[in-house]
């Protein structure tokens, strides 16, 4: 449901509560991953303050990005969602200056980070594509008209 990029943390919650938390994490691509007890990270946020004042706005920011999520699945339809997720991801492309949507991301993987079906995901694809609100085809996506991808989050 999360795309974790270099230096982002995984299933944060259990450092507030210490609770046991069930959690899947697959890979998308080669990382290296670091490791420990819910009692360790505590005792790093205690022995340093600085690393604690960075880490409570980002864990903040992780919890909103988790309630937004949950609005999401329970206010909007497959389309909106799809929406609201390219445009949560959208990324510079520094070679062309257009917005890159999530590529290398395969149409199953973006269903099930919106709770759908990759038919779905392909079918909301191919209209987008015919409305010259994005162009490209599978995992190589550019969006073409901002305006009208907002309002498809919006509906």
Known sequence: MFLVGPGDGFDLISLLDGEWHDAVAT???????????????????????????????????QMHGLADQVADLSLYDTEARLARLILRNLVPDKLSQELSL??????????????????????????????????????????????????????
């Open 27 to 61: 890979a998308l691509d080669d990382m290296e991953v670091l490791s420990t007890t819910v009692q360790q990270a505590r005792g790093w946020l205690n022995q340093h303050p600085d690393f604690n004042r960075a880490f409570l706005p980002y864990l903040g920011q």
């Open 102 to 155: 999530l590529n290398e991301l395969s149409q199953e993987t973006l269903a099930s980070m919106i709770g759908s079906v990759r038919v779905v995901v392909t079918r909301h694809l191919s209209k987008w594509k015919q409305q010259k609100v994005i162009s490209g085809r599978r995992g190589l996506w550019t969006l073409l008209d901002l305006q009208a991808l907002l309002e498809k989050a919006e509906q």
